[in-house]
């Protein structure tokens, strides 16, 4: 038998409660999960509002809300404790140098995932994005991962059934885009994901069989300029030979220490 902790917090309580009925009763109203908690409507509405904010949940066009991705998806862990501490620092840096925000992302099957982000100081901003479950195909970190692989495996990753929950996917048309990506050396998100936001990614070469990881730095899309893409290449090419640097390195340690 589980006792309730002393000290729960209620908030994260009901978020909790509403993610697990998501995933075991299916679609929910506002006002169902309100009777469900026993909270006020704005309350639910605001609970409801943040696990799609997190993936935990989405709207139909009932405007329902149903599971996300994040819990109609689970997948094996990722290993990526280590990736995140060794990418922040330079995250950090890399947001200092381009005054833009900066995120690592790890891609799995086809669907990316950002792990860190830190965000720029500029009122006007991309914000964190951790926790965020993009798919592979759209993503700029998510392309520049899907570069680093054989034509065979991205077809296969996009093969799966539910691959084309965000749309259609030409994959055809995404290889040719991948070959750009390897001979540029970066990826571009013009506004795919989300209005208003684009975004610039390379993958990090990590160490033999990680989890194709990237970097990516994104802006309100009024701010993008194309003069500016050879200079962010550039700051992305530095920060994530770095961390990928570090990061074999420190595999390595592991592996024979």
């Given at each position: 038998?589980?006792n309730?902790?002393a000290?729960g917090?209620d908030s994260v309580?009901?978020a909790?409660?509403?993610?697990t009925l998501l995933?075991?009763?299916?679609?929910l109203?506002?006002?169902?999960a309100a009777?469900?908690?026993?909270?006020?409507?704005?309350?639910?509405h605001?609970?409801?509002a943040?696990?799609?904010?997190r993936?935990?949940?989405e709207?139909d066009?009932?405007r329902r809300?149903l599971?996300g991705p994040?819990?109609?998806?689970?997948?094996?862990?990722?290993?990526?404790a280590d990736?995140?501490r060794i990418?922040?620092?330079h995250?950090r840096?890399?947001?200092?140098?381009?005054?833009?925000?900066?995120?690592v992302?790890v891609t799995?099957?086809?669907r990316?995932?950002?792990?860190?982000?830190?965000?720029?100081?500029?009122?006007?901003?991309?914000?964190d994005r951790?926790?965020r479950?993009?798919?592979?195909?759209?993503?700029s970190?998510?392309?520049?991962a899907?570069?680093?692989?054989p034509?065979d495996?991205v077809?296969?990753?996009?093969a799966?059934?539910d691959?084309t929950?965000?749309?259609?996917?030409?994959?055809?048309a995404l290889l040719?885009e991948?070959?750009?990506?390897r001979?540029?050396?970066?990826a571009?998100?013009?506004?795919?994901?989300e209005s208003?936001v684009?975004?610039?990614g390379?993958?990090v070469?990590g160490?033999?069989?990680?989890?194709?990881?990237?970097?990516?730095?994104a802006m309100?899309?009024?701010?993008?300029?194309r003069?500016?893409?050879?200079?962010l290449?550039a700051?992305?090419a530095?920060a994530?030979?770095r961390i990928g640097?570090?990061?074999?390195v420190?595999?390595?340690?592991?592996?024979?220490?």
């Amino acid at each position: 038998m589980k006792n309730r902790p002393a000290y729960g917090i209620d908030s994260v309580d009901h978020a909790l409660r509403l993610a697990t009925l998501l995933k075991q009763e299916g679609p929910l109203r506002v006002m169902e999960a309100a009777e469900h908690l026993g909270v006020a409507r704005s309350t639910a509405h605001r609970l409801l509002a943040m696990l799609v904010y997190r993936d935990f949940a989405e709207q139909d066009d009932d405007r329902r809300y149903l599971a996300g991705p994040a819990l109609r998806h689970p997948s094996a862990p990722e290993p990526v404790a280590d990736l995140r501490r060794i990418a922040e620092p330079h995250l950090r840096e890399l947001t200092a140098r381009t005054g833009e925000t900066t995120s690592v992302t790890v891609t799995v099957g086809h669907r990316t995932r950002f792990v860190a982000t830190v965000e720029c100081t500029q009122v006007l901003r991309v914000g964190d994005r951790a926790g965020r479950v993009l798919p592979a195909h759209l993503a700029s970190g998510g392309k520049a991962a899907l570069a680093t692989l054989p034509d065979d495996e991205v077809r296969a990753r996009l093969a799966a059934p539910d691959a084309t929950e965000a749309g259609p996917v030409d994959v055809e048309a995404l290889l040719r885009e991948l070959r750009r990506c390897r001979r540029r050396g970066y990826a571009l998100n013009e506004q795919a994901t989300e209005s208003g936001v684009t975004a610039i990614g390379r993958a990090v070469d990590g160490p033999p069989g990680a989890v194709p990881a990237a970097v990516a730095i994104a802006m309100p899309t009024v701010r993008f300029r194309r003069d500016r893409v050879a200079e962010l290449g550039a700051e992305l090419a530095a920060a994530t030979g770095r961390i990928g640097t570090e990061w074999a390195v420190e595999a390595a340690g592991y592996r024979t220490g």
